[in-house]
């Protein structure tokens, strides 16, 4: 494993945020802005700089100080240069695959950590690839997913493993993500991720194969366990043991992707029979059967309307584009809560509560990936040693935890049962 020999004090600024224009960045930019501690040099970068200025403007405060940078994610050139200015980019440029590679390529040689909020499984695959080696070399931590797609999902299993592990109670097996209760509504860039991949595993059989094998973004697939089938969840299904009906989770096809190379990048330290599902939890009975086949026709029918050109086209006329977003009222209306149930080796049952208040896809994201970014920036020396390609919970795992408690944000486990 690569030690991070750490980005020297030389760096102009402590945090860059790419993509600042955008709907999340500038809400990324104001929690910044209201957020960071005294003395945190940040800059605000994208294409525009009418844009650029009109985004310091509307956040006002500590912002109206904060320097400009122009750059566009199509120009290596400005991305290398971007990379070399900054500790850490906290980038919401996409969607990644189509315009994102160049500035993970650019940080990962110039030892600069990284955090963005993808959900496409195959550009981190093709990061991974092609950049773990460099970001290994240079000590760069280049950290995908660091919103709602895939924190709650990858902090909360981590905090399971080390509560089990303090209580010597064995390696996590059976593990459910199970949502309770959710009001948001997807961003635009998330829609547009979406159309991407669907384009892509449409036109390229092998691709598909990559997005859907449970382990697409496992370091070494041949050394995973072989659990038998280990599909996402598709259709209702009824768990006793939780006394609800379950539905399928539409984030389940990339957060169960970064959960699993967590543990592999831990010497699957969950354990070798970890074995981890995402779903909707809808309750008990008939009512709770009725709402899981209803979720499940919604999102198939969701994705099957997005996948066929002339549905899509009707589609785009309702559904948010990248850049927009919903009202602050609306925004601050949502919230998410989630229980992480698993079952250690020696029988013990634990859960991992996890809530947030605000929208999940803008008002909780931006927490998300602004703590995220402060963490990189400002709790080196609490950070595991690691680099390369990684996930929230292998590069910053307890620290990030703690900051986002702080912040309002739910992680909390208790034992069940034992």
Same mark, same amino acid.
């Given at each position: 494993?690569?030690?991070?020999?750490?980005?020297?004090?030389?760096?102009?600024?402590?945090? =860059?945020?790419?993509?600042?224009?955008?709907?999340?960045?500038?809400?990324?930019?104001?929690?910044?802005?209201?957020?960071?501690?005294?003395?945190?040099?940040?800059?605000?970068?994208?294409?525009?700089?009418?844009?650029?200025?009109?985004?310091?403007?509307?956040?006002?405060?500590?912002?109206?100080? #904060?320097?400009?940078?122009?750059?566009?994610?199509?120009?290596?050139?400005?991305?290398?240069?971007?990379?070399?200015?900054?500790?850490?980019?906290?980038?919401?440029?996409?969607?990644?695959?189509?315009?994102?590679?160049?500035?993970?390529?650019?940080?990962?040689?110039?030892?600069?950590?990284?955090? +963005?909020?993808?959900?496409?499984?195959?550009?981190?695959?093709?990061?991974? +690839?092609?950049?773990?080696?460099? &970001?290994?070399?240079?000590?760069?931590? =280049?950290?995908?997913?660091?919103?709602?797609?895939?924190?709650?999902?990858?902090?909360?299993?981590?905090?399971? @493993?080390?509560?089990?592990?303090?209580?010597?109670?064995?390696?996590?097996?059976?593990? $459910?993500? %199970?949502?309770?209760?959710?009001?948001?509504?997807?961003?635009?860039?998330?829609?547009?991720?979406?159309?991407?991949?669907? +384009? +892509?595993?449409?036109?390229?059989?092998?691709?598909?194969?990559?997005?859907?094998?449970?382990?697409?973004?496992?370091?070494?697939?041949?050394?995973?366990?072989?659990?038998?089938?280990?599909?996402?969840?598709?259709?209702? *299904?009824? !768990?006793? %043991?939780?006394?609800? #009906?379950?539905?399928?989770?539409?984030?389940?096809?990339?957060? $169960?992707?970064?959960?699993?190379?967590?543990?592999?990048?831990?010497? #699957?330290?969950?354990?070798?029979?970890?074995?981890?599902?995402?779903?909707?939890?809808?309750?008990?009975?008939?009512?709770?059967?009725?709402?899981?086949?209803?979720?499940?026709?919604?999102?198939?029918?969701? *994705?099957?309307?997005?996948?066929?050109?002339?549905?899509?086209?009707?589609?785009?006329?309702?559904?948010?584009?990248?850049?927009?977003?919903?009202?602050?009222?609306?925004? &601050?209306?949502?919230?998410?809560?989630?229980?992480? @149930?698993?079952?250690?080796? $020696?029988?013990?049952?634990?859960?991992?509560?996890?809530?947030?208040?605000?929208?999940?896809?803008?008002?909780?994201?931006?927490?998300?990936?602004?703590?995220?970014?402060?963490?990189?920036?400002? !709790?080196?020396?609490?950070?595991?040693?690691?680099?390369?390609?990684?996930?929230?919970? $292998?590069?910053?795992?307890?620290?990030?935890?703690?900051?986002?408690?702080?912040?309002?944000?739910?992680?909390?486990?208790?034992?069940?049962?034992?």
């Amino acid at each position: 494993m690569a030690s991070v020999r750490g980005v020297t004090d030389h760096r102009e600024f402590d945090i =860059i945020v790419f993509g600042a224009t955008g709907f999340v960045g500038k809400l990324t930019a104001d929690y910044l802005a209201r957020h960071a501690p005294d003395g945190v040099a940040i800059a605000l970068a994208g294409r525009s700089q009418a844009r650029l200025e009109g985004v310091r403007s509307e956040v006002g405060g500590r912002a109206g100080d #904060w320097p400009l940078v122009i750059a566009d994610s199509t120009d290596a050139a400005a991305m290398q240069s971007l990379a070399e200015r900054a500790r850490v980019v906290a980038t919401t440029v996409g969607p990644y695959r189509q315009y994102g590679l160049p500035l993970v390529e650019a940080c990962a040689n110039a030892g600069t950590d990284y955090v +963005d909020l993808t959900g496409e499984v195959l550009f981190i695959r093709e990061t991974i +690839d092609r950049f773990h080696k460099a &970001a290994q070399a240079s000590g760069a931590r =280049i950290v995908h997913s660091c919103g709602f797609d895939s924190i709650p999902s990858d902090l909360g299993v981590f905090l399971l @493993h080390q509560a089990a592990s303090a209580d010597e109670a064995g390696d996590l097996e059976e593990t $459910t993500y %199970a949502v309770i209760a959710l009001k948001g509504r997807p961003s635009g860039g998330t829609i547009a991720s979406m159309k991407g991949m669907i +384009d +892509d595993v449409r036109a390229d059989p092998e691709l598909r194969r990559v997005a859907e094998h449970p382990y697409a973004l496992s370091p070494e697939r041949a050394a995973e366990p072989d659990l038998g089938p280990e599909s996402d969840v598709r259709s209702p *299904v009824h !768990d006793p %043991a939780l006394g609800t #009906w379950l539905a399928p989770f539409v984030m389940a096809a990339i957060n $169960t992707r970064v959960v699993r190379r967590s543990n592999a990048l831990l010497d #699957w330290a969950y354990g070798r029979r970890f074995r981890y599902r995402e779903v909707m939890a809808t309750g008990p009975g008939i009512t709770g059967r009725a709402k899981a086949l209803a979720l499940a026709g919604g999102i198939g029918a969701l *994705v099957g309307a997005i996948g066929f050109r002339p549905s899509r086209a009707l589609l785009d006329r309702f559904l948010p584009a990248p850049g927009e977003g919903p009202s602050e009222r609306a925004r &601050a209306r949502g919230f998410f809560t989630i229980d992480i @149930h698993t079952r250690t080796s $020696t029988g013990r049952h634990y859960v991992c509560h996890v809530a947030a208040p605000g929208d999940p896809g803008y008002a909780a994201t931006s927490v998300m990936l602004g703590e995220s970014a402060l963490c990189l920036a400002l !709790d080196r020396e609490r950070l595991p040693p690691r680099a390369g390609i990684l996930t929230p919970a $292998t590069a910053m795992g307890t620290a990030l935890a703690d900051r986002l408690r702080h912040a309002g944000q739910t992680y909390e486990v208790e034992v069940t049962s034992s």
